[in-house]
């Protein structure tokens, strides 16, 4: 009988191609625009708080009299003091002795897991770090918008953030976990399903899924504070309150929650209203289905669309403006239907050093112990602590409540 593949499957040699199939997209657009130089980022942290005043108010002590009239009362300039805690992020691997020594061979692993887990991390890390910059700093990842009763399921607004396998919680705001630790089994970023391990629960409108430990405390948000805390037109900042401070608002034009369609007339308004405030955005980052009504709106009126490389490296469709053009930079992480204009020369990414493995003991690898005992597995970690600022907020705004197409 002639031999088959199944008869000699057992003395078959497998062949391991070196090169892992990347099949995630790791794009961070965003972060490496507002890191791209040492001009945006600050490690001056010193100590607990970066803290810096911001002019507010003008001399109200100006005016025009007749002869032997009153003098306006002297006055003088409104300041307030910023402060801008530091957040601290962590990532961290863990692999077993077994599989350390067996993969120290290519052709018995399609990597050495060592270093295809390390490398796997920082890439992890900068991946969600891109997420955070657009976010508010509460760890949300996705918004509960229908209510379940009694399913392993949530139904959020945009499940594109969410990962198989992540470890997450349900908090009702402001900070209390509803659903501790369950792992994300099943993601359809089509109808915003995201299915959840363990037993049946409740989820209730506006409830927010965050990373497991991730979410809001009573004492604050855990995560850096992103563009939709920066870019509003109210809430505390940075211990500012605008409600005693209007100057500490961003420029905010939404349509309650109703898509209306792009307009070049929008964006010039907007361009017009941060202007008129004394700045001027630098760069528009939206997501991709918002550049692309950008671009079919320059299509209808303009025989030629093309991209234009800007300062930095960076390519996108131009807006043009009195003040010259700004690029429109699209990003997979951008929040739907939303744009937000940011002037780059305001905003200031703190940290004390650059992401990092621990070795404070002498190695990055410590093992694995217990009550149990120890093991032989073997962790090691990354950190950074860090904050995104800005020193003027009325210096950015967003274009909200857009039609993606």
């Given at each position: 009988m002639a031999a088959t593949l199944a008869s000699v499957q057992a003395y078959l040699k497998e062949v391991y191609e070196p090169r892992i199939r990347e099949q995630l997209n790791s794009d961070v657009k965003t972060l490496k625009r507002i890191t791209r130089s040492d001009s945006g980022v600050s490690t001056t942290i010193g100590g607990k708080y970066v803290t810096f005043p911001v002019h507010t108010r003008r001399n109200s002590g100006i005016g025009s009299r007749l002869e032997m009239e009153p003098l306006p009362v002297p006055g003088q300039q409104g300041y307030a003091a910023a402060r801008i805690g530091l957040k601290y992020g962590y990532g961290g691997v863990q692999l077993t002795g077994q599989t350390i020594a067996l993969s120290d061979k290519d052709a018995q692993a399609f990597a050495k897991a060592i270093n295809e887990e390390m490398d796997g991390l920082k890439t992890d890390i900068q991946k969600d770090m891109n997420r955070q910059v657009y976010r508010d700093g509460s760890g949300v990842i996705g918004v509960v918008s229908t209510a379940g009763t009694t399913v392993n399921t949530v139904t959020v607004a945009d499940a594109r953030a969410f990962q198989l396998n992540e470890q997450v919680d349900?908090?009702?705001?402001?900070?209390?976990?509803?659903?501790?630790?369950?792992?994300?089994?099943?993601?359809?970023?089509?109808?915003?399903?995201?299915?959840?391990?363990?037993?049946?629960?409740?989820?209730?409108?506006?409830?927010?899924?965050?990373?497991?430990?991730?979410?809001?405390?009573?004492?604050?948000?855990?995560?850096?504070?992103?563009?939709?805390?920066?870019?509003?037109?109210?809430?505390?900042?940075?211990?500012?309150?605008?409600?005693?401070?209007p100057e500490w608002t961003a420029n905010v034009m939404a349509n309650g929650g109703t898509p209306r369609a792009l307009s070049e007339g929008l964006m010039i308004q907007m361009a017009d209203t941060i202007n008129t405030r004394g700045a001027k955005a630098s760069v528009i980052f939206t997501s991709k289905g918002v550049r692309r009504a950008y671009f079919n709106l320059l299509s209808q009126t303009r025989q030629t669309v093309n991209t234009q490389e800007f300062k930095g490296g960076f390519t996108g469709l131009a807006f043009t403006t009195d003040d010259g053009d700004i690029p429109v930079v699209s990003d997979v992480d951008a929040p739907l239907g939303k744009m937000y204009f940011i002037s780059e020369d305001h905003i200031t990414y703190y940290h004390d050093e650059d992401w990092h493995w621990q070795d404070r003991t002498g190695s990055i690898w410590q093992q694995v112990r217990d009550s149990n005992g120890d093991y032989d597995a073997w962790f090691a970690r990354m950190v950074e602590y860090h904050e995104l600022g800005t020193d003027r907020r009325n210096a950015h705004g967003l274009l909200s409540d857009i039609t993606e197409a």
């Open positions: 349900v908090v009702t705001l402001p900070s209390t976990v509803a659903v501790s630790n369950r792992t994300v089994t099943a993601i359809n970023t089509s109808t915003g399903v995201v299915t959840l391990s363990g037993a049946a629960f409740s989820s209730s409108v506006g409830q927010i899924v965050v990373r497991n430990g991730s979410g809001p405390a009573a004492a604050g948000n855990r995560e850096m504070t992103g563009f939709d805390a920066i870019v509003a037109s109210s809430g505390l900042l940075y211990n500012i309150d605008p409600s005693t401070e």
